[in-house]
């Protein structure tokens, strides 16, 4: 059959090999001049450092047929995600660790004694009803203050008391010296960079490739299927309004040296107008650069023009995703997959996984067994 794919990010990219290993014919759009989406690195022309060009991208998973997968279409080098926080003009480790809590509150606890000392400063909040008080449930006011409210309003745009507790369900704080950002036993980023690894995945010889053109979501009767990746609300066309995001800036800089030694800086003063540092040779440590090449993100809302990056998924986005969602039953021969397409955010490993998955269901469909699904995962 005939398969359009609408995005070569990896959704689009681990569907559509799946769907021409499996003997189908697959054209892939993408309107970027580049495959892998946000993934996107490539070689810094003066220094030679991979830059990841919309913000760093650090593969972590505890699934082994991800990993496996991953690994078949490229060279995973190991790597750490070791990262600091500026404060009030001190360096901390994050995520809040009893290194953290030692150095930040100036005392030499052991674990069981740090772990009575913040749960003596932790307030006695049973039900959290948004990620204020989750936070002060969870840490106490200081380490709130210092470590999440000022990074979470630069980066949301919001007072923390209008966001979900649901985003600090899974606060990373440890009562060791563990500094290791993420706790997956797969950990790692592509020797020769996403893009490489996603340009192997698109190499079949049942695939055709176009770049700097978009899908038309008007004339998906011309495919025997359409696996849509792009923004659900632009399948639509818009016509039912706009779903919520934020988006980032990157101001690039340069230094000859090392300018901060490390990957990642978080700035949680909120009168620093940026969230983060990014020094990029950091994310290869098995290469040598003289030279670096670094940015300051910046958080802002999202804009008719711009790239998005995070769904706000606030109430009133909510209502409206419904309202794509009902939108999507009357598709026709589509399914949405991915970030964008679910209105989701989604880590690298979950994406691979649920496109794997939609994949085989795919597969067996256009067999005659089984129903094409509409949804990689239910958005709602």
């Given at each position: 059959?005939?398969?359009?794919?609408?995005?070569?990010?990896?959704s689009?990219?681990?569907?559509?090999?799946?769907?021409?290993?499996?003997?189908?014919?697959?054209?892939?759009?993408?309107?970027?001049?580049?495959?892998?989406?946000?993934?996107?690195?490539?070689?810094?022309?003066?220094?030679?450092?991979?830059?990841?060009?919309?913000?760093?991208h650090?593969f972590?998973?505890?699934?082994?047929?991800?990993?496996?997968?991953?690994?078949?279409?490229?060279?995973?080098?190991?790597?750490?995600?070791?990262?600091?926080?500026?404060v009030?003009?001190?360096?901390?480790?994050?995520?809040?660790?009893?290194?953290?809590?030692?150095?930040?509150?100036?005392?030499?606890?052991?674990?069981?004694?740090?772990?009575?000392?913040?749960?003596?400063?932790?307030?006695?909040?049973?039900d959290?009803?948004?990620?204020?008080?989750?936070?002060?449930?969870?840490?106490?006011?200081?380490?709130?203050?210092?470590?999440?409210?000022?990074?979470?309003?630069?980066?949301w745009?919001?007072?923390?008391?209008?966001?979900?507790?649901?985003?600090?369900?899974?606060?990373?704080?440890?009562?060791?010296?563990?500094?290791?950002?993420?706790?997956?036993?797969?950990?790692?980023?592509?020797?020769?960079?996403?893009?490489?690894?996603?340009?192997?995945?698109?190499?079949?010889?049942?695939?055709?490739?176009?770049?700097?053109?978009?899908?038309?979501?008007?004339?998906?009767?011309?495919?025997?299927?359409?696996?849509?990746?792009?923004?659900?609300?632009?399948?639509?066309?818009?016509?039912?309004?706009?779903?919520?995001?934020?988006?980032?800036?990157?101001?690039?800089?340069?230094?000859?040296?090392?300018w901060?030694?490390?990957?990642?800086?978080?700035?949680?003063?909120?009168?620093?107008?940026?969230?983060?540092?990014?020094?990029?040779?950091?994310?290869?440590?098995?290469?040598?650069?003289?030279?670096?090449?670094?940015?300051?993100?910046?958080?802002?809302?999202?804009?008719?023009?711009?790239?998005?990056?995070?769904?706000?998924?606030?109430?009133?986005?909510?209502?409206?995703?419904?309202?794509?969602?009902?939108?999507?039953?009357?598709?026709?021969?589509v399914?949405?997959?991915?970030?964008?397409?679910?209105?989701?955010?989604?880590?690298?490993?979950?994406?691979?996984?649920?496109?794997?998955?939609?994949a085989?269901?795919?597969?067996?469909?256009?067999?005659?067994?089984?129903?094409?699904?509409?949804f990689?995962?239910?958005?709602?």
């Amino acid at each position: 059959m005939r398969i359009g794919v609408a995005g070569a990010g990896l959704s689009g990219a681990v569907i559509g090999r799946a769907l021409a290993e499996a003997g189908h014919r697959v054209v892939v759009h993408d309107p970027r001049p580049h495959v892998a989406g946000n993934c996107h690195t490539e070689r810094d022309g003066a220094t030679g450092v991979m830059v990841h060009r919309y913000g760093p991208h650090i593969f972590h998973t505890d699934d082994e047929g991800v990993w496996d997968h991953v690994n078949r279409f490229a060279r995973f080098m190991p790597f750490r995600n070791r990262v600091k926080s500026t404060v009030g003009g001190k360096v901390y480790a994050l995520p809040v660790n009893l290194h953290t809590i030692n150095q930040f509150f100036g005392t030499a606890l052991r674990p069981d004694e740090a772990r009575a000392f913040i749960a003596a400063r932790a307030e006695p909040i049973a039900d959290p009803q948004n990620f204020e008080e989750q936070a002060l449930a969870f840490v106490g006011r200081e380490l709130y203050e210092a470590f999440f409210k000022g990074y979470t309003e630069k980066q949301w745009g919001c007072s923390p008391r209008d966001l979900p507790a649901s985003i600090l369900k899974r606060l990373p704080l440890r009562f060791n010296y563990d500094d290791n950002y993420f706790f997956h036993r797969f950990q790692g980023i592509p020797a020769d960079g996403y893009t490489a690894m996603v340009a192997a995945m698109l190499d079949h010889p049942g695939i055709d490739l176009h770049l700097d053109t978009a899908l038309d979501p008007g004339r998906t009767g011309e495919w025997d299927h359409v696996v849509w990746t792009g923004p659900l609300d632009g399948f639509f066309g818009y016509r039912l309004g706009r779903l919520g995001y934020r988006t980032l800036d990157f101001e690039e800089f340069r230094h000859e040296g090392d300018w901060q030694g490390c990957a990642v800086m978080n700035h949680g003063d909120a009168g620093v107008p940026w969230t983060r540092i990014t020094e990029h040779k950091h994310f290869a440590p098995w290469e040598e650069h003289t030279g670096s090449v670094l940015y300051r993100e910046y958080s802002r809302a999202c804009g008719p023009d711009d790239i998005p990056y995070y769904p706000i998924r606030l109430v009133q986005e909510k209502a409206l995703l419904s309202e794509h969602v009902a939108a999507a039953a009357g598709a026709g021969n589509v399914t949405f997959a991915g970030r964008l397409a679910t209105y989701r955010y989604l880590d690298m490993d979950v994406t691979i996984r649920e496109a794997l998955d939609c994949a085989a269901l795919l597969v067996a469909a256009l067999a005659g067994r089984g129903r094409a699904p509409r949804f990689t995962k239910d958005p709602l």
